[in-house]
């Protein structure tokens, strides 16, 4: 049997209207339907509702740790600068983190992860036979971020379900790793939630292997692309494509060319040098673990800070100042370029390696120069890599298909650290043959303030939410249109049977008019809506609806148990609600 609340004693603030700076529709939807309140800059507070809801979907992600046999922790959000200076993060990713100090100067960073928290727990483990192990918690994280948006999308503090694997080899971490990927497609088809497996950038976290499961919506702030013949799909910061070969063969000899006040790609290719962006280079100058390097990529392409990131193997990668540019060149940015350069690491895109007839900078403040063959006058010295980022409309890298790029939200996201965590902070077990392995980990996430979010942008119509039965706030609610005692009757007795039947039910027994409450159940999106109305009196009748449906049926009181049996069981299904 589930509870009954009625809607008179629950704090709902629902809105006519969302506020001004409202822009996604989960966030004005989310404020209106009185599921969150606006604290501070990405700072929210969970209201009742939402907390409902909030409880409903860590249910679920307990229910599917426990199954893949994992442990709950819960660790602290205050952690010693000792262990992230161990794992060698205190510098590197500290523009994010909120740090403080304590009264004896002790420094303190609040959790963005909890890597070296859990890690530094594992060292207790002493032998394989204890393994695998999987860990998990469900707690506060913290993000100094800078432009917080949309609601729960992008937030400075936000709930998190976290796991961990540990195991002795990368052969273990493989199956723990597949083990976590179905589990995560697991939650999210329980949350109706139609995500994406998208090949990723694990950065300054150290992974081997790296996949975010992403929600298309134009609210997202990630650039996703997929595959539309084939199931290849993938961050833009990581995406691969297949780019045609282009073999020019205009061999020129390189030859300087004076270009005042030219520092940009669009100078160079309006009149009257005429240069169009794909016969550019694009010369740009990075600090990688405080090393200067350089990378060369086409006029018309950009750069990917994360591709740049893993090729160099670098911990944190960063655009150079433009001193450090000026002393490395000796030139400032707009005239810069690979041509006999020898002053430190030279990367060089793949998609300009065969190009030839090619413009890049001089290297001298106001000229450029021109027929340079990227073969001979730049691969010499340099390492091919790819570093470029893929635009929408280019081919698949997998099969004969076309990439198409979209929008979308990270809602979950997999990592293999292998013993990127382990070795520094000396997490190691005996293996079999009595030597000392250090941990082989794989971490696993899910924002749950993000999942909820991304729940309402696929779910939702111009009247308010359509939650799925497994986030609802209340699996039902009945509603009396009208004020009578004969009618708040028959509604107590609905309302009970609907209890009795499994459900959680809101009784909204407000002295408000009719239409405010059926406005307010459709904004607030409760699956089952049963209004008790004067209509119904001398026939024993209620009208059923659901909220993912258009239109109502008439209902005798002595079907609403039975019926109401039916939907729960039906709704429970994943991929019941199509919105």
């Not at 529709?25 to 604290?39: D, E, K, T």
């Not at 949350?191 to 992403?214: Q, T």
Request: glycine share 10%; proline share 4%; with cysteine.
């Amino acid at each position: 049997m589930s509870a009954v609340m009625r809607a008179s004693r629950l704090f709902l603030p629902t809105l006519k209207e969302a506020p001004a700076d409202t822009v996604a529709a989960s966030h004005q939807l989310l404020v209106r339907a009185g599921f969150i309140r606006q604290l501070g800059a990405g700072l929210y507070s969970l209201l009742p509702l939402g907390r409902q809801s909030l409880g409903k979907l860590e249910r679920i992600l307990r229910d599917e740790m426990e199954r893949v046999g994992a442990q709950e922790f819960l660790l602290p959000s205050l952690h010693p600068s000792e262990l992230w200076r161990a794992s060698g993060r205190w510098d590197t990713i500290d523009e994010t983190m909120f740090r403080l100090r304590d009264r004896r100067g002790g420094d303190y960073c609040l959790a963005m992860t909890h890597e070296e928290a859990i890690t530094a727990l594992a060292g207790e483990l002493q032998s394989y036979r204890q393994l695998p192990q999987i860990w998990y918690q469900i707690g506060q994280k913290f993000r100094d971020e800078l432009r917080p948006r949309a609601g729960l999308m992008r937030v400075r503090e936000f709930q998190m379900k976290d796991a961990y694997s540990f195991d002795l080899d990368i052969a273990g971490l493989d199956a723990s790793f597949e083990r976590m990927r179905a589990a995560y497609e697991r939650i999210f088809a329980r949350c109706n939630v139609d995500v994406l497996p998208a090949e990723a950038s694990s950065g300054a976290m150290g992974g081997r292997e790296s996949i975010e499961f992403v929600v298309a919506t134009s609210a997202g702030e990630d650039q996703v692309v997929r595959c539309t013949t084939c199931a290849y799909v993938a961050n833009v910061e990581v995406a691969r494509s297949r780019v045609p070969a282009v073999r020019d063969d205009l061999s020129e000899r390189t030859e300087v060319f004076a270009t005042p006040g030219v520092v940009t790609i669009d100078a160079l290719a309006a009149e009257p040098y005429d240069v169009p962006p794909q016969r550019q280079l694009k010369t740009l100058v990075y600090v990688g673990d405080d090393e200067l390097f350089v990378a060369v990529v086409r006029g018309d392409h950009q750069l990917s800070e994360a591709k740049l990131q893993a090729a160099t193997g670098a911990a944190v990668v960063r655009p150079a100042r433009t001193e450090e540019i000026v002393g490395l060149m000796g030139a400032h940015p707009g005239s810069l370029g690979g041509v006999d350069f020898t002053g430190g690491a030279l990367l060089v895109d793949e998609a300009v390696r065969d190009r030839t007839g090619m413009v890049t900078g001089a290297n001298r403040d106001g000229f450029h120069l021109r027929g340079v063959d990227v073969g001979r006058d730049l691969l010499p010295g340099a390492r091919v890599v790819d570093v470029r980022t893929v635009m929408g409309g280019e081919g698949c890298p997998v099969c004969e298909g076309v990439l198409e790029s979209f929008q979308a939200l990270e809602v979950g996201h997999i990592f293999k650290f292998g013993t990127r965590y382990s070795v520094p902070l000396g997490a190691t077990v005996l293996a079999a043959d009595g030597t000392d392995l250090p941990l082989a980990m794989g971490s696993y996430g899910i924002g749950l303030g993000r999942l909820l979010a991304a729940v309402v942008e696929q779910h939702h119509d111009a009247s308010g939410i359509i939650w799925p039965l497994a986030l609802a706030p209340f699996a039902a609610t009945v509603l009396t249109l009208g004020q009578s005692a004969e009618l708040a009757q028959i509604a107590e007795q609905v309302a009970a049977s609907l209890g009795e039947a499994g459900l959680d039910v809101l009784y909204d027994d407000r002295p408000e008019r009719p239409g405010v409450k059926l406005k307010d159940a459709d904004l607030i999106g409760i699956p089952v809506r049963i209004s008790v109305s004067p209509r119904g009196l001398a026939d024993r009748t209620v009208e059923w609806k659901l909220r993912c449906e258009a239109t109502a049926v008439r209902v005798t009181l002595s079907e609403v148990a039975e019926r109401a049996s039916q939907y729960l069981a039906r709704l429970s299904t994943p991929r019941a609600y199509e919105s």
